[in-house]
């Protein structure tokens, strides 16, 4: 397939304290094929979200180049939505209005924004909160405001960062089947980072494995479990618990190496 999204030997440092910079990524070369639902697992500290911040522009790398359908990413790009695990909701703004704010800030006419938040928030299971503030909101109702805020503009590809962490479990469930009837319909190219190896096999197509830091990639596992694909149909499976003990094999390897075991 041809690739959507590019890392082509990236390399980012961070100032350190030691005055000594810290390498974040060392040389990372990867790619995602547009359609595809990609998870991004490692120890932690070894740069997923680093990565993602150089595909979305927040962050320029030491060497190396990362790419959009072969252009060059220099800045923040539009048809890029960013899920982030932070609570990005404005307080002073009422929901409806956090939803509608993407479609605001590009001029989308006052009425034509408000009628389609009000639309996506039904969607995503907030109808009668569109005038309420994000207090007054549950961890799982922010997170699924954060969510149709960035799918108002339509993006082509989304980043997703530790977005359900925080949840309870149930409530995570629930968003990761929604993650997942999202791809299905509209068929937008997802780059999904996480802690767990469980939320990573349920979700995607392709898991790939970073290495402890320096990240870069050192192996990727096809995740050939059905589709459609929900989250209590496949994750008491024998396969899904064959690939689960497979990745967490090589992963527990990478823990081991970034401890100096």
């Not at 925080?166 to 469930?173: S, V």
């Not at 496949?234 to 823990?255: A, G, N």
């Amino acid at each position: 397939m041809t690739p959507l999204l590019e890392w082509n030997n990236v390399t980012v440092d961070f100032p350190f304290t030691a005055g000594k910079p810290l390498r974040a990524l060392d040389e990372m070369s990867f790619s995602v094929a547009q359609g595809e639902l990609v998870a991004l697992v490692g120890p932690s500290g070894c740069g997923k979200t680093t990565a993602l911040n150089v595909l979305a522009g927040q962050l320029t790398p030491r060497s190396g180049e990362v790419r959009l359908a072969g252009t060059p990413i220099e800045g923040a790009l539009p048809c890029v939505g960013y899920i982030s695990q932070k609570d990005t909701l404005l307080p002073w703004r009422s929901v409806l209005d956090n939803v509608a704010l993407a479609m605001e800030l590009r001029g989308v006419p006052k009425r034509q924004r408000r009628e389609k938040a009000a639309a996506l928030m039904a969607q995503m299971g907030l109808r009668g909160f569109e005038h309420s503030w994000p207090r007054e909101l549950s961890g799982g109702m922010k997170k699924r405001a954060a969510i149709a805020r960035v799918l108002a503009v339509e993006p082509a590809v989304l980043l997703m960062d530790e977005p359900f962490a925080p949840l309870d479990a149930l409530t995570r469930q629930k968003l990761q089947d929604d993650i997942l009837a999202l791809w299905e319909q509209t068929g937008c190219t997802i780059l999904y980072v996480t802690h767990d190896l469980t939320e990573a096999i349920t979700l995607a197509g392709r898991v790939a494995l970073m290495s402890a830091r320096p990240g870069r990639i050192v192996r990727e596992y096809p995740i050939d479990l059905p589709r459609p694909r929900r989250v209590m149909d496949v994750k008491f499976s024998p396969h899904f618990v064959e690939l689960e003990e497979t990745i967490w094999r090589d992963l527990e390897r990478e823990l081991k190496r970034g401890e100096g075991v």
